[in-house]
């Protein structure tokens, strides 16, 4: 799948089909390795000259912030992966791969009517747009500053959120729920500063406040597991000194009774001689040769040893006193079991989060992608007026050349444009024109690069 594509239209003189045959043959006889598709721009509201000026004015930044959002949930879905250890996957919208989706663009009526102006379509692209990436800012806030506890009361709007199905009546009681209990006031405060002005005292802000709360719920719930599992795991994972030693200790190993008691010693590998030689001694009361190793890692040694429970807290003493670490431990077999299940329970959870969250990320993603893609083509639309005049008859094109072809496949279509002027277009340090929309580069067409990493 190619990451880069060039988004670009050309006047036609005569007729589409006979200049897309021409481009076709071209690019095939001079630059075989370049991949070239039509991209279906249907007719759309063109307005006033002054509304497409207006418009052109913020089209590239708005075209900057709608990639920006797409690149920020790619890198969010690849971190899940990553640390879940999925295979990485296509990304896709509705299932088709997003190479495939843009090459094979079709415009989609129902969303977005080709009727509307086109400041009402880049508006709800944006609004789209932006209503996800406050998720994202939720998600970014929920991980640095918000803690487990004080999402919970919210919990029971988290089953049907992600199908939007939502009962209003259920939420304003959650809500006032949270306000009662004056533990979500960070959040609200949060809800109510991302909240666009003109939604903030109407029930939209309601239907807002609960999309983030699901993010705000599930991610507290996955950040809360996983920094669960890390603690364990650093306390299996450390040096012995520190480490959990209840998966290296058998019940055979330990033995207790009214009068003796065994006790963990943790000895650098270095000093192994001389605890084998001196452990007897070091009290009156050891039990001789009861000294045993049962784990050793770089650095530390694990040793048991059998005295008289009475002589137990001198023992420590002495030990101490020659460079020995004696380990509180106490073998219980139901506590053992309760830290398995709960291992396992965490590690099921974390799981079972991670998951929702991918999902989350991999179908706002595909909405994103697909809102970016109409933005591409309301761009291309109204540049290519501006650029070539009315009524609309441009070629509308996506291309995929290499690096190594790029200046060859750029001499191609600037023959296709067969246009007299066309070297005023070359060099805007030469007095040429620059492009539009705040494109460096310019050129006799319209053209503009489409990142998809």
């Known amino acids: 799948m190619a990451s880069r594509y060039w988004v670009a ?3 036609v003189q005569n007729s589409a089909s006979s200049l897309w045959s021409r481009l076709q043959e071209s690019i095939s006889k001079h630059s075989f390795d370049t991949s070239l598709y039509r991209f279906n721009i249907p007719n759309l509201r063109v307005g006033t000259l002054d509304s497409l000026l207006a418009l052109s004015d913020d089209l590239y930044k708005s075209n900057a912030f709608v990639e920006g ?20 996957s296509s990304l896709t919208v509705d299932g088709v791969p997003v190479d495939s989706y843009l090459t094979r663009f079709v415009w989609d009526e129902a969303k977005y009517p080709t009727m509307s102006p086109l400041k009402e379509i880049v508006d709800a692209i944006h609004v789209q747009v932006s209503r996800i990436e406050d998720d994202l800012k939720f998600l970014t806030v929920v991980k640095r500053k918000v803690k487990f506890e004080r999402v919970l009361v919210l919990e029971l709007l988290v089953a049907d959120s992600l199908q939007l199905r939502i009962d209003m009546s259920t939420l304003v009681k959650a809500l006032f729920k949270a306000v009662k209990a004056r533990v979500n006031g960070a959040y609200l405060h949060v809800v109510v500063m991302y909240c666009p002005s003109e939604v903030r005292e109407t029930r939209h802000c309601l239907y807002i406040f609960a999309l983030a709360m699901f993010v705000v719920v599930r991610v507290a719930e996955y950040n809360n597991v996983r920094s669960q599992l890390n603690a364990i795991n650093r306390k ?32 650098p590998k270095y000093s192994e001689r001389d605890w ?52 509180e431990f106490e073998y219980n077999h139901e506590t053992q079991d309760n830290r398995k299940q709960e291992l396992e329970k965490l590690t099921q959870d974390q799981e079972t989060l991670r998951s929702s969250l991918l999902q989350w990320c991999y179908a706002s993603y595909g909405e994103v992608f697909s809102s970016w ?13 501006l650029r070539y005049g009315l009524p609309p008859s441009f070629l509308s094109v996506v291309l995929s050349p290499s690096v190594k072809s790029e200046k060859k496949v750029r001499s191609i279509l600037e023959e296709l444009c067969d246009s007299r002027n066309s070297t005023f277009w070359k060099y805007e340090e030469e007095g040429g024109m620059a492009g539009l929309g705040g494109d460096a580069d310019a050129h006799p067409y319209v053209c503009f690069t489409i990142n998809l990493v």
């Open 373 to 385: 893609m109409h933005f591409c083509a309301v761009r291309l639309f109204a540049e290519s007026i």
């Open 9 to 11: 239209s050309f006047p």
């Open 236 to 267: 299996q994972g450390g040096s012995l000194a520190v480490r959990d030693l209840s998966n290296l200790v058998k019940p055979q190993d330990i033995v207790t009774s009214e009068h003796l008691e065994t006790l963990l010693a943790i000895v």
């Open 69 to 88: 959002v797409s690149h920020k949930i790619r890198r969010q879905i690849e971190e899940l992966e990553r640390v879940s250890g999925v295979v990485s």
């Open 276 to 327: 084998l030689s001196s452990y007897e001694t070091l009290t009156t009361y050891v039990v001789p040769r009861s000294s045993k190793k049962l784990y050793e890692d770089n650095e530390y040694a694990l040793h048991t040893v059998t005295l008289f429970r009475r002589d137990a807290d001198n023992f420590r003493n002495k030990a101490r006193e020659r460079g020995f670490q004696i380990r």
